[in-house]
């Protein structure tokens, strides 16, 4: 994995623009929150071209699922990787044109290192019990590595 040292750096030197995409995962104890929507901490990574170009901790401050959609959407956030969360924020950020992945288990950097090399969703991250695409007794709201776009 390639850091960057300032993101103004990269992106002058490498000639990018504005190609910046932002994710968001939710965090406790260095892995990912096994539900976003108590969870209190978010790891927030920039990347461009494939390179990290910056990264940060951020922290909610609310359980209030509009709060929260709108703390990601200020943090200019394009997608969230997450455990377990809630179809009524799942379906706030994606209103807001936050992509969700959600149902994902892991390490921090286990989860990162999915995201660039992009087999986050191919199933070895998924939570517990999330294997097949199914939660036992679940029928509205699959378990799956669950992707909403906007």
Known sequence: ??????RSDVLRIFGWSNNVTRIAISLWNMRIAPVFDVARHLWIIE???GLIVAQSERRF???NTQER???LTTLQVDQLICGAITRTSCEALSERGIK???FIAGG???VIQAWLSDSLTDGHLAMPGCRRGK????REFP????????
């Open 1 to 6: 994995m390639l850091y960057a040292q300032s």
């Open 47 to 49: 990347t461009a071209e």
């Open 61 to 63: 401050a609310t359980d």
């Open 69 to 71: 959609a709108l703390r």
């Open 100 to 102: 969700v992945v959600s």
């Open 108 to 110: 921090l950097e286990q």
């Open 135 to 138: 939660r036992r007794g679940a």
């Open 143 to 150: 378990c799956t590595q669950r992707t909403q776009k906007h």
